[in-house]
């Protein structure tokens, strides 16, 4: 009996010191997933009061693409959990999950219960990393904008990126607020191992000569900048006053960068490669590659 009655007592202890839930989000995940059917009221019972987004929510495309599979939509209790307790308490509001009182790292996990597989890297991403939630970019129940985003792009990406906005006002810049290209054609929003959410590809020219197909290749002989260092070596992605988005305004002075020992009395001959000479590529016309000639001449 004494044995019994210390285990009992020690159980007991253990029991007290049992961890709480790391996160808000995941006791409610969890709550969710192990919540009797009878927690569960329905979306007509939500509409009853919430009828204005309850209406928006019907062209939803969480609910149309959960239809196209033979399986019911995604309806309140989806992404709020079980409203029974909730109803139960005359709308106590601490008895549902609402993420816009929710942190930003509640909401994502929330997202990420099924949305998890399309963007695996979304926690490692600036985005995440800056509380920018799903939420913020996203309007859940409706928008006009694919994938409902809260507005078009680049207004939306703007927002935030007011150091990056000026850039595509240059003489010379890549067409965005034109509508001509995204922001989302060279970065993964969601996260990715590259820098600045650029995405990921075998080849990281891969995201400009995707576009650019005339400076793609493979070359014979390729340029060993354009292999090790990539487009960013000599351009600026988003904008420049250069022509060509150089990040200089001379050709030459770009080139030497790399190329100095030209001006030390070689072929070229003295002050080579100067402001005050030819450009090299009046000569060296194809600086990104050649399949005809080692110095890339025509």
Known sequence: MLMLGASIICATALGAQAPKADSAAKTAVSQAKDAAPSAYVGGDVC???HDEVSKKFEGNPHTKLAAQHGQPGVNCEGCHGPGGAHVDG???VTKIFNPAKATAKEVDARCLTCHAGAHPNFDRSPHAKAAVSCISCHDIH???EEPLLKASQPTLCFQCHTDVKPAFSMPFHHRVNEGLVKCTDCHDVHGTFGNNNLKSTADQNMICTK????????YV???????AEGCLACHTPHGSQNARLLNMPNINTLCNQCHSPVSAGTVHGMNAGSAELAPCIDCHTMVHGSN???????
């Open 47 to 49: 509409a009853t009061c």
């Open 90 to 92: 005359g709308g106590d």
């Open 142 to 144: 409706s928008s006009k």
């Open 211 to 218: 576009c650019h197909t005339e400076v793609r290749g493979p």
């Open 221 to 227: 002989y390729e340029h060993a900048a354009v292999k």
């Open 292 to 298: 005809l000639n080692a110095a890339f001449l025509k």
